[in-house]
């Protein structure tokens, strides 16, 4: 019994704790889980995700609304929406602009037999009914607007001046716009003495000479003739001055009074010295 009792004893004092042998696990790595990789787990975790996440949405606009305004080109040969006709140009019925050829829309139309057009149907303005015409401005000059020679004495006449060896000088404004074109240009002068034999009286405008008279161009000079004569002149229209201040001058060449006069200009308003008439055309005559 007491032999027993003794075996007992020192079988209870072993350690029986298993412990695995390393070499006997089949995993390949040290982490002491099956799987291939090192992190402890079982899975070896790879990420086989193949998508590279390119967007393959190209988002491009395909709108083929290119909006274009189709209002057209005038000379295009075709009439738009904003246009009264479109003949390729200018044509009997059709101006330049795609609009209706009329007299009086301010575009000459050759074609439609237009001379001019001046955007009106006034009369006496150089264009009628687009018809080119010689239209006339008048001017009558009074003796309200002279300086230098008498008007006293010789004949006792009125709206009278006489020369007394000084220079006779009217001044004036046209009235016609610097755009006209002059044709001609006239100034009339009532002559009432003309005594002095030769060229007595020189006539100047804008201090270029335009004519002469003398007492050979008469009349008489008696005061019991009551004649009254027309010197009429033609300047060179290029010296006067549209639409500003003209000058017209008598120069008187002897001092003896009473032997070169002028009146009137016959026919006209009483007290005219000087009757200027411009002839002239539409300046936008072709």
Not at 65 to 88: A, F, I, M, P, Y
Not at 270 to 284: K, P, W
Request: hydrophobic share 25%; net charge negative.
């Amino acid at each position: 019994m007491l032999v027993l009792f003794a075996v007992l004893s020192s079988s209870a004092c072993v350690d029986a704790t298993i412990v695995p042998n390393p070499e006997s696990s089949s995993d390949s790595d040290s982490d002491g889980d099956s799987d291939s990789d090192s992190d402890g787990d079982t899975d070896s975790d790879s990420d086989t995700d193949s998508d590279t996440d390119t967007d393959t949405d190209s988002d491009s606009d395909t709108d083929s609304d290119t909006d274009s305004d189709t209002d057209g080109v005038c000379g295009d040969g075709t009439q738009d929406s904003d246009e009264d006709c479109d003949d390729l140009g200018e044509s009997a019925t059709c101006d330049t602009d795609c609009t209706v050829a009329e007299c009086g829309d301010g575009l000459t139309n050759a074609t439609a037999l237009e001379e001019c057009d001046d955007a009106n149907t006034d009369l006496g303005d150089g264009c009628e009914n687009c018809t080119c015409v010689t239209a006339q401005s008048i001017l009558n000059v009074p003796f309200t607007s002279t300086t230098g020679w008498l008007a006293t004495g010789c004949c006792n006449e009125a709206n009278y001046r006489h020369g007394d060896g000084t220079t006779l000088v009217a001044t004036f404004t046209d009235t016609l716009p610097t755009t006209t074109t002059l044709s001609a240009l006239n100034v009339q002068i009532g002559i009432r003495h003309a005594c002095t034999s030769g060229t007595s009286m020189t006539f100047q405008l804008n201090g270029v000479t335009f004519g002469t008279w003398g007492s050979a161009d008469g009349p008489h000079c008696a005061c019991s003739n009551s004649t009254v004569a027309t010197a009429s002149f033609y300047p060179d229209e290029s010296g006067y001055n549209l639409g500003a201040s003209n000058t017209i001058s008598i120069l008187h060449s002897t001092s003896t009074q009473c032997m070169e006069a002028i009146t009137t200009v016959p026919s006209t308003t009483a007290g005219t010295a000087f009757r200027v008439t411009a002839d002239y055309t539409s300046d936008q005559c072709i």
